[in-house]
């Protein structure tokens, strides 16, 4: 049983939860993930660590309220117990010797995973450009925390309502054209951002890692729903990843699966918003 030490409500849907677990904390690294169940009849769900400390033995996780296991999940308080944490797994990010100025982009809750990974390149005294990318204002999530673990923020939001108003990718484009260069990319968020963040990287030869989480289901490479072809053969997200070279993957190919029960997904009436799609 894993204790919950914090739990904050980062916007309307999306929760922090600070969970007591020393074995895990002692060896994570940025890029690795846990897999949760709420009770011991609950589903095997993937997250990656957003945060550790391996003097408190805990780890972070935040996620987006989407479904019957984070709703489960997001039930619980401080001081209550989540069922099973199995962690860390997954490939950690491997970092290139040298590097001195990396961009870290992030899209929406993907900020969660980006914070991590800009957070361990700050600590080694590396340049990081923050590029974190909302809809709106309204759910900006940790705008502090990113603040620290950069040595440039650059929050955009698609309305306008907040910083840049725009794409990540196009705030990306205007720091290259600015003369900003980066040593390496590291995009992470929705399918489609990764996908053009490399198309703006491509022209310029900037190595660019993107992470596949997105894609994982049962997190250990048995169940092969997380599979991608990355350059012409086939890896899995959960065991081989989640971070590869972005230049080698099939993204059309993945975008083409993740939509697979797009038309059954939007007939569906979920019974826990009361039928509300």
């Known amino acids: 049983m894993y204790k919950i030490v914090t739990r904050r409500q980062l916007n309307d849907a999306v929760v922090l939860m600070e969970i007591d677990a020393p074995y895990i904390a002692a060896k994570a690294e940025a890029g690795q993930f846990i897999i949760y169940r709420v009770d011991e009849k609950g589903e095997r769900v993937p997250l990656t660590i957003a945060d550790y400390d391996r003097e408190k033995g805990t780890i972070t996780i935040i996620f987006q309220v989407v479904g019957a296991s984070t709703t489960e999940l997001s039930r ?6 989540i069922h099973d944490v199995v962690g860390p797994l997954g490939v950690a990010t491997e970092y290139d010797e040298g590097i001195k100025r990396v961009a870290v982009v992030g899209g929406g809750v993907g900020c969660a995973i980006a914070y991590p990974q800009a957070k361990k390149l700050h600590s080694m005294g590396v340049e990081v450009d923050l590029i974190a990318g909302f809809r709106s204002k309204d759910i900006v999530i940790l705008e502090d925390e990113m603040g620290k673990a950069s040595s440039h923020l650059h929050i955009c939001t698609d309305d306008g309502s907040y910083g840049y108003h725009g794409f990540v990718t196009n705030k990306l484009q205007e720091l290259i054209d600015g003369g900003a260069k980066f040593d390496e990319v590291i995009a992470i968020g929705p399918v489609p951002m990764m996908k053009f963040v490399c198309k703006v990287t491509k022209p310029y030869d900037i190595k660019t ?6 894609i994982m289901i049962d997190g250990t490479g048995m169940c092969g729903g997380c599979r991608v072809t990355v350059d012409g053969k086939i890896k899995y997200a959960c065991v081989d990843g989640p971070d590869f070279d972005g230049q080698k993957v099939d993204f059309d190919e993945l975008m083409r699966r993740n939509s697979t029960y797009k038309e059954q997904e ?7 918003t009361g039928g509300v799609r």
Do not use: F, M, Q, T
């Open 76 to 81: 619980l308080n401080e001081g209550d117990y």
């Open 266 to 272: 939007k007939a569906h009436l979920c019974r826990l």
């Open 209 to 214: 890692l993107v992470s596949l989480n997105p």
